[in-house]
């Protein structure tokens, strides 16, 4: 995703030490998640990690992936979700409002909003770049 960075940059304020982003910042969408504009090498020069607030709407779908080579940590402020996972996505977790999820760098995993409701969730990774670092996985689901 090929973004402004002055953009990311013009919703931060402060500087020397401490940065803020008020509000969450505009939103931004990669593949079918919508973001808030967040904290990461782009607009606050972090160096080792990345964070946002992730909406996911009912019934949508974060098209099968793998992160490559950085770690990343939910947690789920509304909703519910299930994580198809693993080789072949096999593999099944359901989480909901209140629980944190891990998932480990090179996992494939495929997200679907499971509830009724839109997914909210406080999304942080320990890459600055965001989504420079993610790949496809295959996907039945996804449009060819």
């Known amino acids: 995703m090929k973004e402004n960075w002055e953009d990311l940059k013009a919703v931060v304020e402060g500087d020397e030490g401490i940065k803020c982003i008020r509000g969450g910042g505009?939103?931004?969408a990669w593949n079918g998640i919508r973001y808030k504009t967040g904290m990461s090498e782009k607009?606050?020069?972090s160096k080792l990690l990345s964070m946002n607030v992730a909406t996911v709407p009912p019934g949508a779908v974060a098209f099968a992936h793998i992160h490559v080579d950085f770690e990343l940590m939910l947690y789920i402020l509304q909703g519910k979700v299930r994580h198809e996972y693993g080789e072949g996505l096999k593999q099944v977790v359901e989480n909901e409002a209140g629980d944190f999820i891990f998932i480990e760098p090179g996992i494939p995993h495929e997200v679907i909003n499971i509830g009724e409701e839109e997914v909210v969730a406080v999304?942080?990774?320990?890459?600055a770049a965001e989504w420079d670092k993610i790949v496809d996985y295959p996907s039945?689901?996804?449009p060819t």
């Open 26 to 28: 505009n939103p931004r």
């Open 43 to 45: 607009n606050v020069g």
């Open 123 to 127: 999304v942080a990774r320990s890459s």
């Open 140 to 142: 039945k689901r996804r």
